[in-house]
């Protein structure tokens, strides 16, 4: 277990950050996003946006609502669902993501710089989301991208060669 994390999310949460390093998740662009993985702005809106807050700074102290991750924008111009992917993905990254009372509690940090050019880490993401909702997300998001691309010839030349190597 990490962080009272099953291996079987562990192995979830893994696969999302590939998808989100290697296939550009990071678009600020639900379209963009919506044609990798067709059904996951209507999956965000149904199970994650409802527990999903945009803020232009987060409170280091203070109770926040439970089953509400509040967070600042990626970038000015991005949605709530590049945005929710990008805290996802740092969160994860950086080990700052635990399970309690069924929700995920999510972290995140970044650096801004003050006028003078001095360099603060900030908190940028803070909250929970309930761990069927998230479980359910990553399902739909990792499901959807594997059958979409089951025929992408990068995808069959990596699964190809890894069974010619383990033949070998």
């Known amino acids: 277990m990490y962080k009272n994390i099953s291996t079987d999310v562990v192995t979830k949460l893994g696969k999302f950050v590939f998808l989100y390093e ?30 999903f807050s945009l803020r232009d700074t987060i409170a280091q102290k203070g109770k926040l609502q439970t089953d509400k991750l509040y967070a600042t924008p990626r970038v000015r111009s991005a ?52 761990s069927a909702k998230l479980e359910e997300f990553l399902d739909i998001l990792i499901n959807d991208y594997e059958t979409d691309n089951s025929t992408n010839p990068n995808i069959n030349q990596t699964n190809s060669n890894n069974n010619e190597n383990k033949n070998s």
């Open 22 to 51: 290697s296939e550009k998740l990071c678009s600020n662009k639900d379209k963009e996003t919506k044609s990798l993985i067709p059904r996951i702005v209507d999956a965000f809106n149904l199970m994650i946006n409802p527990h």
């Open 79 to 130: 949605s709530f669902l590049n945005s929710f992917l990008y805290h996802l993905r740092n969160a994860f990254s950086h080990g700052q993501i635990e399970v309690k009372n069924d929700n995920y509690f999510i972290t995140d940090y970044g650096i801004k710089e003050n006028e003078k050019g001095e360099k603060k880490k900030v908190l940028t993401a803070k909250g929970s989301i309930p």
